[in-house]
């Protein structure tokens, strides 16, 4: 599946923009399917951070592991996870935009076996969906917040 790409720009400044998306504690604030937020390090923020992510999907409550593998303080934050055949590669980048910020968000999804690959080809739109509701709710958290 190609990368997939959402962009918005945010009245809010970076540090607000960044502290939604990269702060872990934040993600039920930013995102109504995630319910709750348990973390398997002692870290809770930057590089080597690990937690599980619970959300609703489809009225079922869904449990991912995610790593920080990449952190620089308002500038971006790359989560990854290996779930159900496929390595899920997030990047939240912020920049400053004039007087507001900019959020990108981009998801590689990279199916590790054939019928994983299919399947996300095949779901591509969806994706692209939830990152917009996502990339929404936190434009809204940020904007109320600044």
């Not at 590669?89 to 990279?110: H, N």
Request: charged share 25%; net charge negative; proline share 2%.
């Amino acid at each position: 599946m190609p990368t997939i790409v959402v962009e918005r720009a945010i009245r809010a400044s970076v540090s607000v923009i960044f502290d939604a998306v990269a702060n872990i504690e934040n993600l039920p604030n930013t995102s109504e399917d995630v319910v709750a937020i348990e973390f398997l390090s002692e870290q809770k923020s930057g590089v080597g951070t690990r937690f599980v992510e619970t959300r609703n999907h489809k009225g079922k409550q869904m449990r991912t592991e995610l790593e920080v593998t990449e952190y620089e303080h308002n500038s971006h934050a790359r989560m990854v996870t290996d779930s159900h055949g496929t390595v899920w590669d997030t990047t939240f980048t912020v920049t400053p935009d004039g007087d507001e910020g900019r959020l990108r968000i981009a998801m590689d999804a990279r199916g590790n076996h054939l019928f994983a690959r299919a399947i996300n080809v095949l779901t591509q739109s969806m994706f692209r969906k939830g990152m917009d509701k996502h990339i929404d709710a936190v434009k809204a958290y940020c904007e109320a917040q600044a």
